[in-house]
């Protein structure tokens, strides 16, 4: 078992988290939290660096773009804000008329879907912000997880509580969609790109992330709100409702090691980038990261 770093400072479960892509300027995380307070920190050794302030409702997500200069969080508030990482100021506000679980950056950071209460997802310009450039109905239930296509800048994958994963082509207008048996609770690329990793219920579904066949269906013991591929594919992580963090080996999905330390269920984790740490947010208010 690994002992943690243990990031304190946030006052409510925290709801997620994500890692910048390595860079001269360092590795960093962001994550959200019911308490409505977003947070910076170093990567590495999870020193906080700043806190963004302006949502009035809990926070469901936050996002870096691909040079972690801005990021987007998700909000009860009904909205989703646009910030500059470097001295954090609010650049824009978009308004919704429900809830926001979820928004994105695309691949080259110049649209964001967001997706949420109202179960339609919305693809905004950020050049021209002020209005949706598409606005996409079709789910039955909220919308949790929403993300751009590793592939393609004009794909989207959005899943919920409607138990579907819905792959938009926005130029085609036309979508697939693929099947789970529970909610789904949580949505990741591989570094590489090569798999697409959902969770739902008690499973974990890594689906080849080009033509979206489902390669690895692995079933744990426990409800699953999170998981994330290490970055060599060899050996995932992920948490959920017993408490602990788990370590699977890829191939054969036999459980490596259990690491324990949250007093609460597990709501979030990801592998860092170059695959030597990884960070977990629970109901317990903390992220910890596992060395």
Same mark, same amino acid.
């Given at each position: ?80 804000? /646009?910030?500059?990482?470097? &001295?954090?100021?609010? @650049? %824009? ?5 429900? $809830?926001?679980?979820?928004? +994105? =950056? ?113 079933? /744990?013991?426990?409800?699953? &709100?999170?998981?994330? @591929? %290490? ?5 995932? $992580?992920?948490?959920?409702? +017993? =408490? ?48």
């Amino acid at each position: 078992m690994k002992q943690p770093l243990i990031c304190s400072g946030h006052s409510r479960p925290v709801s997620d988290l994500a890692y910048s892509n390595e860079s001269s300027d360092g590795l960093f995380i962001i994550s959200a939290c019911l308490d409505g307070k977003p947070m910076l920190r170093d990567g590495n050794n999870g020193d906080w660096i700043g806190t963004f302030e302006g949502h009035k409702g809990a926070v469901w997500s936050s996002r870096f773009n691909n040079n972690a200069t801005q990021a987007l969080t998700a909000s009860a508030d009904y909205t989703v804000k /646009l910030w500059d990482t470097l &001295n954090g100021t609010e @650049l %824009h506000t978009f308004e919704h008329q429900s $809830i926001v679980k979820t928004a +994105d =950056f695309s691949r080259f950071g110049n649209r964001i879907v967001t997706g949420g209460g109202d179960k339609i997802l919305r693809i905004y310009d950020l050049e021209k912000p002020n209005e949706p450039l598409l606005q996409i109905p079709g789910h039955q239930s909220m919308i949790k997880a929403a993300m751009w296509s590793a592939y393609n800048d004009d794909v989207v994958l959005s899943g919920g509580g409607d138990e579907i994963i819905r792959i938009m082509d926005l130029r085609a207008g036309t979508h697939m969609a693929l099947c789970a048996k529970a909610p789904i609770s949580s949505m990741e690329f591989s570094k590489d790109k090569k798999y697409l990793i959902t969770t739902a219920g008690a499973e974990i579904t890594f689906w080849d992330a080009a033509t979206f066949h489902p390669l690895k269906v692995y079933s /744990l013991p426990f409800e699953v &709100n999170c998981a994330s @591929l %290490h970055p060599d594919n060899s050996k995932f $992580i992920a948490g959920g409702s +017993d =408490f602990w963090v788990h370590v699977y080996d890829f191939n054969t999905g036999h459980e490596i090691e259990v690491n324990k330390g949250h007093h609460g269920p597990v709501n979030c984790c990801r592998y860092s980038p170059d695959g030597q740490s990884f960070a977990s947010g629970s109901v317990d208010g903390t992220i910890r990261i596992w060395l």
